[in-house]
């Protein structure tokens, strides 16, 4: 069967396919988490671009007609790469984010994410290209990964740590706050709580549907089927199948242990 295919790093990306299995309900997915090589987002660019094609191109085996990086570290490094190599459309979450902050800002926009995001600039030249004028905070928030697969998504710890990385954005008055890694949005109510609840908080899962969803419909491939996902892990489907339920609050079944080395 002709699916999407989304991949990520590891179980983050669930967040992303949650958004997507509920705006696209008749589609069904291939998804694909590098369990055995995370985290990416402490790896080179060379590695991430590496790893990222290796994905890519197991998925368009199984058969996919579009092709989802929900890794923003993946997204950040290898989108060009991709899309140069694939034959079908692919899409990051860089951009689509850049596009939900901008129109909604007051002209201070933060970005958080993992070190290697942050270090690539991806978000800071999206944003830039959509509005030149809008200032750009980033900052590296690594530790937010664990507390998220720790189950700890409002925690007194989780909040700890969330004031001490974003004290400084609160304090330079950053109006918008773009959530640059999957694990982000199941802390949205934590970092929400640190920042103000006029401060804006965006990911980029809902925007990504839209513009799949545009897409096949205007190429006349939507699908109208019952829907379901097929998931593919490169090490221990208990682990990710134990923190995958707790990502997207449903049961996770027919997950396969594959090797894309
Ligand atoms: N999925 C990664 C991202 O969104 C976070 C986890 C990792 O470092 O691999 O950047």
Same mark, same amino acid.
Request: hydrophobic fraction near 40%; glycine fraction near 8%; aromatic fraction near 8%.
């Given at each position: 069967m002709e699916g999407i295919g989304v991949f990520d790093s590891?179980?983050?990306?669930l967040t992303v396919l949650k958004a997507l299995r509920k705006a696209l309900p008749g589609e069904f997915f291939y998804y694909l988490g590098d369990t055995a090589r995370v985290? &990416?987002?402490?790896?080179s660019g060379e590695t991430v671009v590496k790893y990222a094609m290796q994905n890519a191109k197991f998925l368009v085996s199984v058969g996919i007609k579009y092709l989802v990086v929900a890794c923003n570290t993946a997204s950040s490094y290898a989108l060009d790469v991709l899309r140069k190599e694939l034959s079908i459309p692919v899409i990051g979450v860089i951009r689509p984010g850049a596009e939900e902050a901008v129109p909604v800002t007051r002209g201070k926009i933060g970005v958080i994410g993992t070190r290697s995001t942050i270090l690539s600039g991806s978000y800071l030249r999206e944003i830039k290209k959509i509005r030149p004028d809008v200032e750009v905070f980033q900052k590296a928030t690594p530790l937010f990964v664990p507390l998220a697969e720790e189950g700890m998504f409002y925690h007194p710890i989780t909040l700890s740590v969330a004031e001490m990385y974003l004290a400084e954005m609160r304090d330079r008055k950053v109006d918008t706050l773009i959530?640059?890694?999957?694990? &982000?949005p199941l802390l949205k109510k934590a970092i929400s709580e640190v920042m103000g609840s006029d401060v804006r908080l965006v990911d980029s899962a809902e925007s990504i549907a839209r513009h799949i969803k545009e897409y096949l419909k205007i190429t006349n491939n939507l699908s109208n089927s019952s829907g379901g996902v097929k998931y593919f892990v490169t090490d221990s489907p208990e682990s990710f199948k134990r923190v995958g339920e707790m990502f997207m609050g449903e049961e996770i079944e027919d997950i396969e242990l594959i090797d894309i080395r």
């Amino acid at each position: 069967m002709e699916g999407i295919g989304v991949f990520d790093s590891g179980v983050g990306g669930l967040t992303v396919l949650k958004a997507l299995r509920k705006a696209l309900p008749g589609e069904f997915f291939y998804y694909l988490g590098d369990t055995a090589r995370v985290p &990416y987002g402490t790896k080179s660019g060379e590695t991430v671009v590496k790893y990222a094609m290796q994905n890519a191109k197991f998925l368009v085996s199984v058969g996919i007609k579009y092709l989802v990086v929900a890794c923003n570290t993946a997204s950040s490094y290898a989108l060009d790469v991709l899309r140069k190599e694939l034959s079908i459309p692919v899409i990051g979450v860089i951009r689509p984010g850049a596009e939900e902050a901008v129109p909604v800002t007051r002209g201070k926009i933060g970005v958080i994410g993992t070190r290697s995001t942050i270090l690539s600039g991806s978000y800071l030249r999206e944003i830039k290209k959509i509005r030149p004028d809008v200032e750009v905070f980033q900052k590296a928030t690594p530790l937010f990964v664990p507390l998220a697969e720790e189950g700890m998504f409002y925690h007194p710890i989780t909040l700890s740590v969330a004031e001490m990385y974003l004290a400084e954005m609160r304090d330079r008055k950053v109006d918008t706050l773009i959530l640059g890694c999957t694990h &982000y949005p199941l802390l949205k109510k934590a970092i929400s709580e640190v920042m103000g609840s006029d401060v804006r908080l965006v990911d980029s899962a809902e925007s990504i549907a839209r513009h799949i969803k545009e897409y096949l419909k205007i190429t006349n491939n939507l699908s109208n089927s019952s829907g379901g996902v097929k998931y593919f892990v490169t090490d221990s489907p208990e682990s990710f199948k134990r923190v995958g339920e707790m990502f997207m609050g449903e049961e996770i079944e027919d997950i396969e242990l594959i090797d894309i080395r």
